[in-house]
Nanobody
Framework: QVQLVESGGGLVQPGGSLRLSCATSRIIFSSYTMGWYRQAPGQQRELVARIFNGGSTNYTDSVKGRFTISRDNAKNTVYLRMNSLKSEDTAVYYC???????????????WGQGTQVTVSS
């Protein structure tokens, strides 16, 4: 009964901003790497941003300088602040939680249902 629930998507004009949230439950949130992925129509799902449990981050080149991923371990929530939005950012955005146990090789991987972001004038 692990749950990841995204919110905050919607319609925004080019140059505008949105903040996505992903609320989790029934996981030890601080143990997981959290990521935001997106999938546009007819395209493969791609990694947008990732934040490790130690706080370090990385981003795909197309969003560097515009998007910021953050996490609040006390609230079991990860965020994606999106600024200077472009039409190319239009996609369904998905939240992911991932952990691998090095000793055993067992992977834990969970996904949210997605939230639509549309950038259009």
């Amino acid at each position: 009964q692990v749950q990841l629930v995204e919110s905050g998507g919607g319609l925004v004009q080019p140059g505008g901003s949105l903040r996505l949230s992903c609320a989790t439950s029934r996981i030890i949130f601080s143990s997981y790497t959290m990521g935001w992925y997106r999938q546009a129509p007819g395209q493969q799902r791609e990694l947008v941003a990732r934040i490790f449990n130690g706080g370090s981050t990385n981003y795909t080149d197309s969003v560097k300088g515009r998007f910021t991923i953050s996490r609040d371990n006390a609230k079991n929530t990860v965020y994606l602040r999106m600024n200077s939005l472009k039409s190319e950012d239009t996609a369904v955005y998905y939240c992911n939680a991932h952990r691998t146990r090095i000793l055993t090789g067992r992977a834990y991987d969970y996904w949210g249902q997605g939230t639509q972001v549309t950038v259009s004038s």
